[in-house]
């Protein structure tokens, strides 16, 4: 699903998080292959109940993950969960010595967070 020897040194993977039952679920994909809009990312996975969305990169320089948090389709993800994701990506046998990733960042975007999440949140 998520490859760290593909080319992530630019915004071209989208990102959006789908809510089933209590579960949610990170799906990628990138817009080179047939992913040019969130919209067209959750098509792709069957996913009807997408509560957020962004685009992510890897910045070489600091080797961090950053996942820009806003969909223009679906609204913006809270950081608490980004960080959440972020840290499992990189925690996960995903890492390589191609690209050793140190640290995540998440550019917040806190005024497109849809209600549905206060929700979310308080289920748990």
């Not at 009807?48 to 992510?56: A, Y």
């Not at 010595?97 to 967070?113: A, Q, R």
Request: proline share 2%.
């Amino acid at each position: 699903l998520f490859d760290f020897d593909e080319d992530y040194d630019d915004k071209n993977h989208l990102f959006v998080l789908n809510l089933k039952m209590e579960n949610l679920s990170f799906h990628i994909g990138s817009k080179s292959k047939g992913n040019s809009c969130h919209e067209r990312l959750a098509d792709r996975y069957s996913l009807n109940n997408v509560i957020g969305g962004g685009c992510m990169y890897i910045d070489k320089k600091i080797f961090a993950l950053i996942l820009d948090n806003y969909s223009g389709d679906y609204g913006a993800v809270p950081s608490n969960i980004l960080n959440k994701f972020g840290e499992l990506l990189c925690d996960s046998n995903h890492q390589s010595d191609y690209l050793p990733i140190k640290k995540v960042i998440v550019n917040p975007f806190e005024e497109k967070i849809r209600k549905i999440w206060d929700e979310f949140s308080t289920q748990k």
